[in-house]
């Protein structure tokens, strides 16, 4: 099994661009989370879903940034446009059943 | 790495010896907890998870300890290696509610020769 995949591993873009972060989950898993890492912050949850619904996306820091599932496999965040304080590292992780997510090797962001 | 020095409490532990990594949860209510291991530059990886119906779990090397009076979760790890060097995590979860997993701050276990 290739793991939660995630892609791109690096970006780097300047303020007021568009990004969209890239997660293919595990497969067979049904749920999916994304969680954005930082030195201040530590590891916060942005949105999860299951069976690709959106189940909660009280995580999401502003309207900039939305979240799509249009499939098992597949599932973006994005974030328009983009700000310095968005740099961070991005993590998607899946999990089947009980929550218990496994990580993918994330998306480190910087926004200049 | 992520987890560079400013807030994050460090341990430091001779190579060998047991280590212990504390950690205490928020949430009352929580009914399900993880461990997880951090190393720099990758994502966090899974290590032993514990019901709150239970006080005590062991796996290979580590043990995690639940104590829900004083909402205290420990992790134990035996003979500790310099791989074992990283970032550990605790989380919680309310299971039979919530699929929410919530990350504590973080220990960094910090291997001596």
């Known amino acids: 099994d290739a793991g939660v995949i995630q892609s791109p591993r690096h970006e780097v873009t300047e303020m007021g661009q568009e990004v969209t972060l890239r997660c293919k989950p595990i497969s067979g898993h049904d749920y999916l989370f994304w969680y954005r890492q930082t030195m201040m912050r530590g590891l916060e949850l942005l949105i999860y879903?299951?069976?690709?619904?959106?189940?909660?996306d009280s995580g999401m820091p502003e309207d900039r940034f939305s979240a799509k599932m249009p499939n098992a496999s597949f599932s973006t965040l994005k974030i328009q446009p983009s700000e310095p304080r968005d740099s961070a590292v991005y993590f998607c992780?899946?999990?089947?059943?009980?929550?218990?997510?496994?990580f993918g090797p994330g998306t480190r962001l910087t926004v200049l | 790495g992520e987890n560079v020095g400013l807030h994050l409490p460090t341990l430091s532990v001779q190579e060998g010896d047991n280590s212990i990594i504390n950690c205490a949860y928020s949430n009352s209510a929580s009914d399900y907890f993880i461990w997880y291991k951090q190393e720099s530059g990758k994502g966090p990886q899974f290590i032993i998870d514990?019901?709150?119906?239970?006080d005590k779990r062991q796996g290979q090397r580590v043990t995690v300890l639940l104590n829900k009076t004083v909402k205290h979760l420990s992790l134990q790890i035996a003979a500790t290696q310099p791989g074992d060097s990283a970032v550990y995590f605790c989380a919680e979860n309310l299971m039979n509610r919530d699929d929410k997993i919530i990350f504590g701050k973080g220990t960094r276990l910090h291997i001596l020769p």
């Open positions: 879903f299951n069976n690709n619904v959106p189940i909660d």
């Open positions: 514990i019901r709150s119906n239970m």
């Open positions: 992780a899946s999990s089947e059943g009980l929550p218990r997510p496994f």
